[in-house]
């Protein structure tokens, strides 16, 4: 009897055990088909939703036949990311949800134009191109280069001698679309001789010097070549800048050089960028489009009572508030009579230009970036290191100091000046000018250029130029007989063409224009900031 009740009460503790083990195992498999099913009713709504034209399409599917967004590295279709043309897009892509709207807007925040290949251009308005003399390497011209094509810029006539003709850059240059480099040959020396400007007074105060004053003519002759070039081009806009010049278009509804200036009234033929200057913190700087994020500002973007007040602190002893120049560059509108005047701005020979001043947008100058750049410029120009023979060859004291420095000092006692007088060591006085203003961060060039080097565009473009370069394109394009293509001479050839004068005079007599204010406005030289003295303080 023990027995059979021990069995008896155990039945229903078994019975029990085993509807657990049932309850368990079905929560198991409802677990388990609900994990399954789940993801199926995703990718289900997901299928359905890019069905009805509501998704963002796959990277990895060829957009066109002629382009695809991830083309293989080196492809010479190679697209990168956030580099669409609008072309591209479908048109469904921005109507099916808000949702979507902020991933791709109609007009991207930070518009990478489309592959560098840019076979899109003549969708871009306005278009515009920018106009450089340059002697420096691929290390600083592609970047450059590079960073204004994601501003908008299409086209870049590249007046080129130095390290950046030789065959190593020069065939890499050529191979660009949109990109004409111009040679100094004998063959554009002639035709830049035939120039209206050496019978002109507005540049002549600049002739026959040598150095700065030299590079100062050069690059408004190139100017006046580029502006026929640009002509032919298509162009609506040009700009000269230097290879060390960014443009910062601060104020545009977008981070874009092209929606800044397609929002300039009609009747604007030119639009000034003042130059807001490096202020590097270490000595050690070796790219710095990549390592400098701190600017020091215009006088124009500045209230008068902040930067005469901080005046002395904000100059450290140097001879001016900047380091070179800075009175900015601009500009242009392509029209008729069109004329460069000086390397920072352009004139009309008709008219004196309708022009404004940007209230933020600016000209980033990366000068005295590098330690090197005091030795870089010291080895282009012959001139003795005395303060009489400097004033010949350099507009601004800076850099005659700089070159006396460079030129009679050891190496060290270089160093310790320019951590002197360049390098912003000292944290609180960088800080105290930070919260004043007079000095401001600015991350985008930076973020914009270091993103294009990570995309691999730039080893791309290296690795597909052709192994031979040819001249041939650029002889074409000075057989035109247009008397505003000019080239700056050397010591010698200025000489030589500005004393024959009497070949150029049939292109002044045949324009047949007056001699007024407009006409003969004297060229813009690289000027200082305003200067601060005892007088200005009491004002």
């Known amino acids: 009897m023990p027995s059979h009740h021990h069995h008896h009460r155990s039945t229903p503790l078994l019975s029990a055990t085993a509807a657990s083990s049932s309850s368990s195992q079905s929560f198991v498999s409802k677990l388990l088909l609900l994990l399954t099913l789940l993801p199926l009713s995703l990718a289900a709504l997901a299928f359905v939703l890019q069905w009805r034209g509501g998704g963002v399409s796959d990277p990895t599917i060829a957009t066109s036949a002629a382009y695809s967004r991830w083309a293989p590295r080196g492809s010479h279709h190679e697209i990168f990311p956030g580099m669409e043309t609008f072309s591209s897009l479908s048109p469904k892509s921005h109507s099916s949800s808000d949702c979507i709207n902020l991933g791709r807007t109609s007009s991207h925040s930070l518009p990478y134009y489309g592959d560098w290949k840019f076979g899109f251009e003549a969708n871009l308005k306005p278009k515009i191109c920018i106009t450089t003399s340059t002697s420096a390497g691929l290390e600083q011209i592609l970047p450059w280069m590079f960073y204004h094509r994601v501003l908008g810029v299409t086209n870049f006539f590249l007046f080129v001698e130095g390290h950046a003709a030789s065959p190593n850059v020069s065939k890499v240059l050529e191979s660009l679309p949109g990109v004409k480099v111009v040679y100094r040959t004998k063959e554009l020396e002639e035709q830049q001789a035939k120039s209206r400007i050496w019978n002109e007074t507005w540049l ?23 502006i026929v070039m640009a002509r032919d081009a298509g162009m609506e806009w040009i700009l000269h800048l230097d290879t060390d010049e960014l443009i910062h278009p601060a104020g545009a509804s977008e981070y874009s050089l092209r929606q800044l200036l ?57 001879p001016n508030y900047f380091l070179t120049y800075g009175n900015g560059k601009a500009a242009a509108r392509i029209q008729d009579h069109l004329r460069p005047n000086g390397a920072h701005r352009w004139h009309n020979y008709m008219k004196t230009p309708n022009e404004i001043k940007l209230e933020e947008a600016a000209v980033l100058h990366y000068t005295y970036a590098k330690f090197s750049d005091l030795t870089s410029r010291r080895d282009r120009c012959g001139c003795k290191p005395t303060k009489d023979d400097v004033k010949r060859c350099f507009m601004l004291e800076f850099d005659r100091a700089a070159f006396i420095i460079a030129s009679t000092q050891t190496e060290e006692e270089m160093l310790n000046w320019y951590r002197e007088h360049v390098v912003w060591g000292d944290k609180d006085l960088r800080l105290k000018l930070l919260r004043k203003g007079i000095l401001t961060r600015i991350y985008a060039p930076m973020a914009i250029i270091q993103g294009l080097r990570e995309s691999g565009v730039f080893s791309s473009v290296i690795a597909n130029a052709p192994t031979t370069i040819s001249k041939d394109k650029f002889l074409a394009s000075i057989d035109s007989s247009n008397s505003s293509r000019v080239v700056s001479p050397t010591t010698h050839a200025s000489r030589k063409i500005g004393r024959s004068r009497q070949q150029q005079t049939s292109a002044r007599k045949v324009l047949e224009i007056e001699t007024n204010a407009a006409d003969e406005a004297a060229a813009v030289p690289p000027l200082s900031p305003p200067v601060w003295t005892m007088t200005t303080f009491e004002q």
């Open 204 to 226: 002549s105060s600049f002739f026959y010097k040598p150095c700065n004053y030299e590079l100062f003519v050069k690059q408004s002759l190139n100017m006046e070549m580029a």
């Open 262 to 318: 397609l929002d300039v009234p009609s009747n604007v033929d030119m639009v000034i960028f003042p130059n807001y200057e490096s202020s590097v913190e270490r000595d050690d700087i070796k790219d710095p489009f990549t390592e400098v994020s701190m600017f020091k500002k215009n006088y124009d973007h500045l209230p008068k009572d902040t930067y005469f007040g901080m005046y002395k602190e904000s100059t450290r002893g140097n």
